[in-house]
């Protein structure tokens, strides 16, 4: 949809705006930003920043204007503004929702058939379906699922990175078709989950592509990194008051009308209390024709002309501040008009003509007959709105979120905010009652998380705090089933602590839920509790399935933090409880579970049995993306179990599953685990191979978190290759890259790989730096298994001489640390693997050499280690 015409600019009151002074600079770095998307072919991103009311809609608007005005290939420009800080990817809503010309209130079926049909035109029939399918969750559009979104629908973490990587590949084959300019207005209220999809738009776009961002200072206070975006393809622009001469001219051009042309105590009273803010001029103007100092004399002029009242001037109470320009504004309403302001503030930032009307009928007695006279009030609320828009209160919205409204916005959210401060209690709440029930009526309103949480909201604010903590809980799942973990965070946090303990039931349900959430933004502790809570209440209602999902996720958590003793005694609890309530997919999963932590602690046997057993239950139920994972996990404990030739079949096996069922994700995590495969068999050619294909999958669908380990393997593989200096670019990337992300696991394994490299330059300071921020990072994130190996590392380290001499007891400690930590969790291989790093060091060193009794000790450990590996036939990956 291309951006509306330009309208002419009047100077009568209805149509007061300010002409565009002193923004050549701004626009001519607009358009240098626009020469080099068309002609780089990588996406330039402009972030306009200013207070209310300094002019950065109009100067986007104007600049597109006079891009059009020259000619040339002109970019389509679609617009997506944020409302408020509710609706979780609500501006992508609004701007996919203008690319695809939907209008509120359209058919459903007719909307979707647009979508498809455009869709198609784009991608040329390229996998359209799965295309439509993310792209409509984001704007209220249900499209049959696929192979790949039933693979996914279980697995929100790929799911929502699926989903980037396809509207990253929609608005690049749209620019493929010609350039295009992608607006976002009053960013600073737009959602976080809004904000991580535009990050990533922002950093991985490619082709003729503008993003244009307007938003106010307050961007910075709630992303800090906002302008790192994208880096050196992401300019800043600050908008600031325009300098005295300019805004003296953009005060006289605003008072032209005056008979006589404008007198020199109005401009300055204008100037006095707006500066060089063509908003608030705007404003003053506005001002003194509430105040009666201006006047107009024919309101159907064609040439407007304002009588000027000086007398009224001096008399006039005008305002000093921002807050005195509201108070003022709110002061020349009429009381009929505050009162239908006042209801309109209650409803929100945007409001409905329906909703007015109930809420003028609160106290209004129902008609004996109700008849078409019994409607007047429908017109008197649409008479006071008119004047309203003509006195730029609200603005008129072209189209409805409900079919059959009419629905409006606040021109000015300070004067909404102020209206709604002077509004009593109790006013308020039975205000909220009413809008709630009026919402309550709308088709579709629970099934929109926007509207399904503004619900809650009026509940909650109403007092009605159970059915709000129910309503909360819903719009949960719709942010949850949308990807949106962040806002799905928010409304189960804030649902549960409503519902309290009024409907067990569904309490456990939004424990379970929540939990996953929380699991997926990495908040280990929150989602303990969760799922501890859960357990209680199931346990208390007798309810083994939902016990047994409880005791699974407990021990999920414990495996991924290194509690394998534990994690294993909660998952066999899991197990039971599942098999008491027949539940075979949740059998399959508690005995791949067990699997993993079996295999984690080097109980390679009996870790291929629960495995096994889980494969064949999940081929039972032809669950394909669980099936490759089996394959997957079993081919990894083959690996450590010293069997390349069953490893290779299994993975491969997986490889294979998710090729045919577009896994991506899973793609790269067989790519890698082949890559792991083929280095431990000294293939290491085809083991870079692998790492690279992995790599690109992973930059193909823009999976930030997988590129970092196949980063991190693919630098091993260099050190290990012989080329420390591209081990330690590529190990900064990744490094570079986990620590964006905020991944302080892979980071870790990033720096301990750095230091690995660093020490093959013998650069000691640089291991002994990187080693010690590994050793750290891993304590942090409470890994046992990966703090043993990189204390191991640590040891290594020390030995080499990183801390000087005097430091060999230190090596010695490391390594002892090591081992009693892999003891701990009950990983014989990492014992093993510590005992060989302590023997060889003990050896090999001059400082210890004449010590029998430690030389005996190295032996021994020695002789330990090769009794384990010999178990375990493990011999031919004994270095890590």
């Known amino acids: 949809m291309n951006e509306a015409p330009a309208t002419e600019i009047l100077f009568g009151m209805n149509d007061l705006r300010a002409p565009l002074l002193g923004r050549e600079a701004e626009k001519q770095a607009l358009a240098a930003a626009a020469e080099a998307a068309r002609t780089g072919g990588q996406a330039r991103i402009v972030t306009l920043v200013g207070p209310s009311g300094i002019g950065k809609s109009r100067l986007i608007h104007d600049f597109l204007q006079e891009l059009r005005a020259a000619g040339g290939r002109v970019p389509r420009v679609y617009r997506g503004a944020a409302r408020s800080l509710q609706n979780s990817y609500g501006v992508f809503a609004r701007l996919l929702r203008a690319r695809f010309g939907l209008v509120e209130g359209m058919d459903a079926e007719a909307a979707k058939a647009q979508v498809r049909a455009q869709v198609a035109t784009v991608l040329e029939d390229r996998k359209v379906g799965d295309v439509c399918y993310f792209l409509g969750q984001l704007i209220d ?93 992401h300019q800043r622009l600050e908008l600031s008051a325009l300098p005295s001469e300019q805004a003296l001219a953009l005060a006289k051009a605003l008072l032209a009308p005056c008979e006589g042309g404008p007198p020199d105590a109005l401009v300055e009273a204008a100037l006095f209390m707006a500066g060089g803010n063509p908003g608030l001029l705007e404003q003053m103007v506005r001002i003194f024709h509430d105040t009666g100092v201006l006047d107009e004399r024919d309101a159907l002029a064609r040439e407007p002309k304002w009588k000027v009242d000086l007398d009224k001037l001096a008399g006039a109470r005008l305002p000093l501040n921002v807050a005195d320009a509201v108070s003022a504004r709110i002061a020349a309403l009429s009381a009929a008009e505050r009162a239908l302001l006042e209801h309109a503030a209650a409803i929100g930032s945007v409001f409905w003509l329906g909703a007015l009307v109930a809420m003028a009928r609160m106290d209004k007695p129902a008609p004996d007959f109700w008849t078409r006279a019994d409607m007047k009030d429908w017109d008197d609320r649409q008479a006071l709105l008119d004047g309203l828009v003509a006195r730029d209160y609200v603005l008129k919205l072209p189209d409805s979120s409900f079919s059959g409204e009419v629905e409006y916005v606040f021109k000015h959210n300070l004067e909404r905010e102020r209206i709604a401060q002077l509004t009593s209690g109790a006013a308020g709440r039975r205000y909220h009652q009413t809008v709630a ?83 997926t933004l990495g908040k280990t502790d929150d989602a303990l509790s969760a799922f501890l809570e859960m357990l209680a209440l199931a346990y208390r209602l007798a309810l083994r399935g939902k016990g047994g999902a409880a005791h699974n996720r407990i021990g999920r958590l414990n495996r991924d933090t290194g509690m394998l003793t534990l994690a294993q005694k909660h998952l066999e609890t899991g197990l039971a409880l599942f098999e008491l309530a027949s539940d075979r997919r949740g059998i399959a999963a508690c005995h791949d579970d067990i699997g993993k932590c079996l295999w984690m602690r080097g109980e390679y046997d009996a870790a291929l049995t629960e495995l096994k057993v889980g494969l064949e239950i999940r081929k039972e139920l032809q669950d394909l993306r669980s099936i490759a994972l089996s394959f997957n996990n079993i081919g990894l404990v083959w690996m450590d179990h010293g069997k390349p030739e069953s490893a290779l079949e299994a993975l491969e096996a997986s490889l294979k599953l998710r090729r045919e069922i577009s896994d991506p994700l899973g793609i790269v995590q067989s790519l890698n685990n082949l890559g792991k495969l083929a280095q431990d068999r000294n293939d290491n050619t085809e083991a870079l191979r692998l790492f690279r ?24 593989m260099h050190y290990r290759l012989g080329d420390t200096a591209e081990a330690i670019r590529v190990l ?32 000691l300071r640089k291991a002994r730096e990187a080693i010690k921020h590994a050793v750290d990072l891993f304590a942090q994130v409470r890994s046992k298994s990966h703090l043993a190996v990189a204390l191991r590392t640590l040891g290594e380290i020390t030995a080499a001489g990183a801390w000087g001499a005097g430091h060999e007891g230190k090596a010695i400690d490391y390594f002892m640390r090591s081992v009693a930590l892999s003891k701990e969790i009950g990983n014989e291989i990492e014992v093993a693997r510590s005992y060989y790093a302590f023997s060889s060091y003990v050896m090999g060193s001059e400082h210890y050499k004449n010590n029998a009794d430690i030389q005996r000790e190295a032996h021994k450990l020695k002789a330990m280690g090769d009794e384990i590996f010999a178990k375990h036939r493990q011999a031919t990956s004994k270095h890590a």
């Open 141 to 233: 559009l249900d499209f049959l699922g696929s192979p790949l979104t039933k693979a996914v629908a279980d697995d929100p973490i790929q799911a929502r990175l699926l989903r980037r990587s396809i509207v990253k590949a929609f608005v690049e084959g749209d620019a493929g078709q010609g350039p295009i300019c992608l607006v976002f207005e009053d960013l600073h209220l737009a959602d976080d989950d809004s904000v991580e999809l535009l990050r990533y738009l922002m950093e991985n776009l490619s082709g003729p592509i503008l993003i244009l961002c307007a938003t106010r200072p307050e961007i910075s206070a709630r992303h800090e990194d906002w302008f790192s975006f994208g880096r050196e393809r």
């Open 693 to 716: 294909e992995a790599y690109e999958v992973a930059r193909e669908i823009g999976e930030r978190n997988r590129l970092a380990v196949v980063l991190t393997n693919i630098g091993e």
């Open 732 to 763: 900064k990337q990744a490094e570079e890259l986990c620590d964006e992300l905020g991944d302080n696991l892979h980071l870790a394994e990033a720096k301990r790989g750095l230091a690995k490299a660093y020490l093959l330059q013998n650069d």
């Open 437 to 519: 029930d009026w919402l309550a009526q709308k088709e579709g309103v629970r099934s929109q998380e926007e509207y399904c949480a503004m619900l809650a909201q009026h509940l909650e604010k109403a007092g009605a705090l159970g059915r709000a903590g129910l309503t909360y809980l819903e719009a949960a799942d719709l942010a949850r089933k949308g990807y949106a973990a962040k806002k799905a965070h928010e409304y189960y946090a804030k649902g549960l602590e409503l519902l309290g303990d009024s409907d067990a039931r569904r309490r456990i349900d939004a424990l379970h839920d929540h939990g996953d959430v929380l699991t």
